[in-house]
């Protein structure tokens, strides 16, 4: 549900909680190659071992650009170990192929309810966001805004069956169908961040509006010579339970429970600076409310 299937997140995040329930055979692109099958899965105790995806920014790509990277780094460096990657596209069968395959240790940006694996705590939260241009006047903030029902909406669609992300099933249960375009998180693939088009769809004035998952709204929002409007939607949750905030984690295989709190020990000691590196990428973050 996130950005590429984040923890819708979603995200997807998305965000990862949609390619975990989907998790099927799938053919990748022909410059991926197949993790090794292994018998023993047991954490690295030399190096940091991270899966993630090579071309997905704001959050990782192959040149360690994403804020998961630099996060993963800090961790690392925390743990004194160097941070070694396997490179695969978070789509199906990801979770499958890596963390549960033992090929890797960790994943970034899970949900904290994540179910295969074990999310640390969590290390920020996030929301969607809707998406305009400074010059359109809008001033969206809310799924109630009666202006959605005459605006060019884009949606973020997950999966190769376009399968809707919350902001979909928001707009659907208020009868708001027809004005509704779908970008796939998965995008052209021989693009950089192919999942950024729908933030270009508002600068092209190709769509009024997007509702995108915020870490990579704010991304690349912020790169734009034309200035975006990016506000958190509201309601934060659409009855009965349709949540658009989310708290994410770092993902371990089950049973790496040494693992988990050697983590958890460095996101609590290092948050400051966490904080400073989403800063830097424009994450926008809700406050957590009393109790959460």
Not at 144 to 149: A, S
Not at 230 to 255: H, K, M, N, T, W
Request: glycine share 6%; aromatic share 8%; proline share 7%.
């Amino acid at each position: 549900m996130f950005s590429r299937c984040r923890s819708l997140i979603l995200a997807g995040s998305l965000l990862l909680a949609a390619c975990a329930k989907q998790d099927a055979p799938v053919s990748f692109e022909r410059h991926y190659i197949e993790p090794p099958k292994q018998t023993k899965i047991a954490a690295s105790e030399t190096t940091l071992r991270v899966c993630a995806d090579p071309n997905n920014l704001p959050f990782s790509n192959k040149k360690g650009e994403g804020f998961e990277n630099k996060i993963a780094e800090l961790i690392g460096s925390e743990m004194h170990r160097p941070v070694e990657y396997t490179w695969w596209a978070e789509r199906r069968g990801f979770f499958r192929n890596t963390l549960r395959a033992g090929v890797c240790d960790v994943v970034m940006g899970v949900p904290v309810s994540f179910e295969l694996a074990v999310p640390t705590r969590s290390y920020y939260r996030s929301t969607y966001v809707f998406v305009t241009r400074k010059d359109g006047g809008l001033n969206i903030h809310s799924f109630d805004d009666p202006q959605l029902r005459s605006l060019r909406i884009g949606v973020q669609m997950i999966g190769d069956d376009g399968t809707n992300a919350p902001p979909a099933h928001a707009l659907a249960n208020r009868g708001i169908i027809n004005n509704v375009r779908g970008y796939t998180v998965y995008g052209n693939y021989t693009e950089d961040s192919p999942p950024a088009r729908i933030i270009d769809a508002v600068v092209n004035k190709d769509i009024d509006v997007a509702i995108v998952w915020g870490p990579m709204a704010g991304y690349f929002a912020a790169m734009q010579k034309v200035p975006l409007d990016v506000r958190p939607v509201s309601p934060e949750i659409d009855l009965p339970y349709l949540p658009f905030v989310y708290d994410i984690a770092v993902g371990v295989r089950r049973g790496e429970n040494d693992l988990k709190d050697r983590i958890d020990s460095i996101l609590a000691d290092k948050h400051t600076a966490i904080d400073k590196i989403l800063d830097s990428y424009h994450l926008p973050r809700p406050a957590a409310k009393e109790g959460v």
